[in-house]
């Protein structure tokens, strides 16, 4: 513990000497931002200080609003989680949480409200700039990367918002009806994942009910899979205003209510206990676990409660995020162009190069919401490309960003300057994008196009330049399939942050090569997408329908066409990978994959790859999709230079949840192990043979001759009940309750032998 610090809070003391009525008012918000403070004789328990999150420090200015929106103290504004998806990168993204981390206890807080990890179900959804992934896996490394980074600095990080919290409309009353698989593999795997590497000190959960029940008093959600199945003892709070119902919520596990309730819910916690209606001791496992975040904070904290921690360097913190921006930015197409068949990009030099489009000087770095922070400074592309080429770069904003997204609002006066400035470039970069009315948290989009001023100055810059170089600022995917033929280059560079306009600028003029990976599919059209007409759901719910296929695991089950894949990036170099081999240890949930590939760098750059390793199923019980991300490697090559990486698979990347054993289960039999540059840019593939764990189900009357035949202790005499059948009647018998069989009397299998059956199976 640093010098000065606080004695450490003595937990079992204080939860004694505590009243019935200081407990019940310790679990709601003292106000929209702290916690409540208890000081008397012998009791001491600090108030903390609970502030967003997730990519800067949001920490209100007395005139705030009473949303808790407005003025906010300076701090970075770090690239958005749909940048910092797409770097793949889990050191820089530790590096981000440490700085976040430094900023919050600098600041005083003790509670960071994010990262979030909700999968982006549909494109269309407004918050998707906060969070990281379509994928589970990525999401879940990503954001326990966050999570080790916030908390080394000793502040607590806040995962949200769990869970199944995967849009904006209603978001505060809807109903996520989603099945226990898809809820397993996909939306809670990506907490559970993060959860395991990082141990966040609190949840946030969700407003939305999962399956009937509100997440803030969801049991099974917030006391049975969260502590008892993962093994999870941190605090849970509520989102801001997600509780309904406060005594079944502090008897499902939400420990804090955020923000206060004006003492309304103390008042109803101590009636409930005063009526027997709701044990002391729950109460006082919430306190117990608010004490333990008190004083795992307060280590920050010096005698008189102000932060120990050293001066922020912003200039420091500044350069981070320019780096990460840079790292989040993803070239999507470089293609040839002129005589000599030469890309875009890097730019060799101001020589002929222009600038269009006003987010060149007016930049959309972030979101709009609770995440928006106060930046200490803000680079354009602009003053980037100033400050690298050592002159002013020619510009004309050619649209302007007063109007709402879909008019062309744009003067004519405005798009002719524009398009004049293009005729007399040799190469136009262009920057385009969503504006800040288009996506928000509060609500989703109904379309995934550019607004139309852009697509039209785009279409009247084209037709005087073909050397269009186009960056695109935006928090979530936008179509791209209309225009892209208009553009040799294309850079997505998402919402990047305060020193967005700075890293976008190293990215182009190759001061630092593409590394960055898509993050999410990018579709075709918006038709295409798996929740395209079950999203945002009707009349309070929302049906999940597209069950596991969630991004491009439903591109790759129908063999769609994507404008470009899950995993995709280019660089300015080219990589092959080759010798792919993997090898299991272990059977069933102690099994291990260990997956080497090598790489090597054969194009005329440095450069990094990022390889990643794809597992598939393609025979079992139950539908897989054809292959998901479980692991991926960063390699960074000089050209010619080859190496080996090694990539670490354990049981689970081979597992689904079971429902009806209700238990992960690693099915026996032979898996596919892709290793590839995207998610349909697979080098190599070769075959696994696993031994599974025992996935027999118990069998009753109504199991049917399938089940009974899936059950190896039972399978000798099923197959002989089968044997005598021709491939048409056996597809029929095999959905035959077994009691069907029995009175069928097929083969001779009769009710006894059916008794006897149901015995063999066992439990
Ligand atoms: C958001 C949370 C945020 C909280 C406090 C809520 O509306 O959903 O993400 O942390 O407000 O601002």
């Given at each position: 513990?640093?010098?000065?610090?606080?004695?450490?809070?003595?937990?079992?003391?204080?939860?004694?000497?505590?009243?019935?009525?200081?407990?019940?008012?310790?679990?709601?918000?003292?106000?929209?931002?702290?916690?409540?403070?208890?000081?008397?004789?012998?009791?001491?328990?600090?108030?903390?200080?609970?502030?967003?999150?997730?990519?800067?420090?949001?920490?209100?200015?007395?005139?705030?609003?009473?949303?808790?929106?407005?003025?906010?103290?300076?701090?970075?504004?770090?690239?958005?989680?749909?940048?910092?998806?797409?770097?793949?990168?889990?050191?820089?993204?530790?590096?981000?949480?440490?700085?976040?981390?430094?900023?919050?206890?600098?600041?005083?807080?003790?509670?960071?409200?994010?990262?979030?990890?909700?999968?982006?179900?549909?494109?269309?959804?407004?918050?998707?700039?906060?969070?990281?992934?379509?994928?589970?896996?990525?999401?879940?490394?990503?954001?326990?990367?966050?999570?080790?980074?916030?908390?080394?600095?000793?502040?607590?990080?806040?995962?949200?918002?769990?869970?199944?919290?995967?849009?904006?409309?209603?978001?505060?009353?809807?109903?996520?009806?989603?099945?226990?698989?898809?809820?397993?593999?996909?939306?809670?795997?990506?907490?559970?994942?993060?959860?395991?590497?990082?141990?966040?000190?609190?949840?946030?959960?969700?407003?939305?009910?999962?399956?009937?029940?509100?997440?803030?008093?969801?049991?099974?959600?917030?006391?049975?899979?969260?502590?008892?199945?993962?093994?999870?003892?941190?605090?849970?709070?509520?989102?801001?205003?997600?509780?309904?119902?406060?005594?079944?919520?502090?008897?499902?596990?939400?420990?804090?209510?955020?923000?206060?309730?004006?003492?309304?819910?103390?008042?109803?916690?101590?009636?409930?206990?005063?009526?027997?209606?709701?044990?002391?001791?729950?109460?006082?496992?919430?306190?117990?676990?608010?004490?333990?975040?008190?004083?795992?904070?307060?280590?920050?904290?010096?005698?008189?409660?102000?932060?120990?921690?050293?001066?922020?360097?912003?200039?420091?913190?500044?350069?981070?995020?320019?780096?990460?921006?840079?790292?989040?930015?993803?070239?999507?197409?470089?293609?040839?162009?002129?005589?000599?068949?030469?890309?875009?990009?890097?730019?060799?030099?101001?020589?002929?190069?222009?600038?269009?489009?006003?987010?060149?000087?007016?930049?959309?770095?972030?979101?709009?919401?609770?995440?928006?922070?106060?930046?200490?400074?803000?680079?354009?592309?602009?003053?980037?490309?100033?400050?690298?080429?050592?002159?002013?770069?020619?510009?004309?904003?050619?649209?302007?960003?007063?109007?709402?997204?879909?008019?062309?609002?744009?003067?004519?006066?405005?798009?002719?300057?524009?398009?004049?400035?293009?005729?007399?470039?040799?190469?136009?970069?262009l920057?385009l994008?969503?504006?800040?009315?288009?996506?928000?948290?509060?609500?989703?989009?109904?379309?995934?196009s550019l607004?139309?001023?852009q697509l039209a100055l785009l279409d009247?810059v084209a037709?005087?330049?073909?050397?269009i170089?186009a960056?695109l600022?935006?928090?979530?995917?936008v179509t791209l399939s209309e225009w892209q033929h208009q553009t040799?280059?294309i850079?997505?560079?998402?919402?990047?942050?305060?020193?967005?306009?700075?890293?976008?600028?190293?990215?182009?003029?190759?001061?630092?090569?593409?590394?960055?990976?898509?993050?999410?599919?990018?579709?075709?059209?918006?038709?295409?997408?798996?929740?395209?007409?079950?999203?945002?759901?009707?009349?309070?719910?929302?049906?999940?329908?597209?069950?596991?296929?969630?991004?491009?695991?439903?591109?790759?089950?129908?063999?769609?066409?994507?404008a470009?894949?899950?995993?995709?990036?280019?660089?300015?170099?080219?990589?092959?990978?080759?010798?792919?081999?993997?090898?299991?240890?272990?059977?069933?949930?102690?099994?291990?994959?260990?997956?080497?590939?090598?790489?090597?760098?054969?194009?005329?750059?440095?450069?990094?790859?990022?390889?990643?390793?794809?597992?598939?199923?393609?025979?079992?019980?139950?539908?897989?999709?054809?292959?998901?991300?479980?692991?991926?490697?960063?390699?960074?090559?000089?050209?010619?230079?080859?190496?080996?990486?090694?990539?670490?698979?354990?049981?689970?990347?081979?597992?689904?949840?079971?429902?009806?054993?209700?238990?992960?289960?690693?099915?026996?039999?032979?898996?596919?192990?892709?290793?590839?540059?995207?998610?349909?840019?697979?080098?190599?593939?070769?075959?696994?043979?696993?031994?599974?764990?025992?996935?027999?189900?118990?069998?009753?009357?109504?199991?049917?001759?399938?089940?009974?035949?899936?059950?190896?202790?039972?399978?000798?005499?099923?197959?002989?009940?089968?044997?005598?059948?021709?491939?048409?009647?056996?597809?029929?018998?095999?959905?035959?309750?077994?009691?069907?069989?029995?009175?069928?009397?097929?083969?001779?299998?009769?009710?006894?032998?059916?008794?006897?059956?149901?015995?063999?199976?066992?439990?």
């Open positions: 513990m640093p010098h000065g610090t606080l004695p450490a809070l003595d937990i079992e003391h204080t939860l004694a000497a505590l009243t019935l009525e200081e407990k019940a008012s310790l679990l709601s918000g003292h106000d929209f931002w702290n916690t409540p403070a208890i000081e008397r004789d012998g009791v001491h328990v600090p108030a903390m200080l609970l502030t967003d999150g997730p990519h800067g420090v949001r920490k209100q200015r007395a005139d705030g609003n009473e949303v808790g929106l407005g003025d906010s103290e300076p701090a970075t504004c770090f690239p958005t989680a749909a940048a910092l998806g797409s770097t793949w990168d889990t050191n820089l993204t530790t590096r981000v949480g440490e700085a976040l981390g430094r900023e919050a206890r600098t600041l005083g807080l003790s509670v960071l409200l994010g990262p979030g990890a909700n999968i982006k179900r549909d494109p269309r959804c407004g918050r998707n700039f906060e969070y990281l992934s379509e994928d589970p896996v990525l999401s879940g490394d990503l954001a326990a990367a966050l999570i080790n980074g916030i908390q080394s600095q000793g502040v607590a990080a806040s995962l949200k918002h769990f869970a199944a919290n995967n849009q904006e409309t209603d978001r505060m009353r809807v109903n996520a009806d989603v099945d226990q698989r898809t809820l397993r593999e996909i939306y809670l795997a990506s907490f559970e994942r993060a959860i395991k590497a990082s141990n966040p000190w609190t949840i946030m959960c969700s407003y939305n009910k999962i399956n009937g029940t509100y997440a803030s008093q969801n049991h099974w959600l917030l006391t049975e899979v969260l502590r008892e199945q993962w093994g999870w003892d941190g605090l849970v709070m509520s989102d801001w205003g997600a509780v309904r119902d406060r005594v079944p919520a502090v008897a499902a596990g939400l420990d804090l209510e955020m923000p206060s309730s004006w003492g309304r819910s103390a008042a109803l916690v101590i009636d409930a206990v005063r009526a027997g209606a709701l044990d002391e001791a729950v109460v006082d496992v919430a306190v117990r676990r608010l004490l333990d975040l008190i004083s795992k904070c307060a280590a920050v904290q010096d005698a008189a409660g102000t932060s120990t921690a050293p001066a922020v360097d912003h200039a420091a913190h500044h350069l981070l995020a320019r780096e990460a921006a840079a790292a989040g930015t993803v070239l999507l197409r470089n293609e040839p162009v002129g005589p000599d068949a030469a890309p875009l990009l890097p730019l060799a030099g101001p020589d002929g190069v222009v600038v269009i489009g006003e987010f060149a000087r007016t930049p959309r770095y972030q979101g709009a919401g609770s995440s928006q922070v106060n930046p200490t400074e803000l680079a354009t592309a602009l003053e980037a490309f100033a400050d690298a080429w050592g002159s002013p770069v020619p510009f004309a904003p050619g649209f302007t960003l007063a109007e709402g997204p879909t008019t062309d609002a744009t003067p004519e006066a405005l798009r002719s300057e524009a398009v004049a400035l293009a005729a007399s470039a040799a190469t136009v970069v920057f994008g969503l504006p800040a009315a288009a996506e928000s948290e509060g609500f989703d989009r109904t379309h995934l607004p139309v001023d009247a037709q005087v330049n073909a050397h170089v960056v600022s935006n928090g979530a995917v040799p280059a850079v997505e560079a998402w919402l990047s942050g305060q020193a967005g306009g700075a890293g976008i600028v190293d990215l182009l003029t190759g001061t630092v090569s593409p590394t960055g990976r898509l993050a999410e599919t990018l579709p075709v059209r918006l038709e295409d997408v798996p929740s395209f007409g079950a999203f945002p759901g009707e009349l309070g719910t929302v049906r999940y329908g597209e069950g596991l296929s969630v991004g491009y695991r439903h591109y790759d089950l129908r063999g769609a066409a994507v470009y894949p899950f995993g995709f990036g280019l660089t300015y170099t080219s990589f092959a990978i080759d010798a792919v081999d993997a090898v299991v240890t272990g059977v069933g949930a102690h099994a291990a994959v260990t997956v080497t590939a090598r790489v090597t760098n054969t194009g005329g750059r440095a450069g990094t790859e990022v390889v990643q390793v794809y597992i598939g199923d393609p025979e079992s019980l139950v539908a897989r999709p054809v292959r998901e991300l479980k692991g991926y490697a960063r390699v960074t090559l000089e050209p010619g230079e080859a190496s080996t990486v090694t990539v670490e698979l354990d049981s689970r990347a081979l597992a689904y949840w079971h429902p009806t054993l209700e238990r992960w289960a690693v099915e026996g039999g032979a898996f596919t192990v892709e290793v590839g540059a995207s998610s349909r840019d697979i080098a190599a593939s070769v075959t696994i043979d696993v031994e599974g764990d025992d996935i027999s189900t118990p069998l009753h009357e109504l199991s049917t001759m399938r089940e009974m035949r899936a059950n190896p202790k039972t399978a000798a005499e099923a197959e002989r009940i089968v044997s005598h059948l021709d491939v048409g009647m056996l597809a029929m018998v095999d959905d035959f309750p077994l009691t069907v069989v029995a009175d069928f009397g097929i083969a001779g299998f009769d009710r006894a032998a059916l008794a006897r059956a149901i015995e063999t199976a066992g439990a």
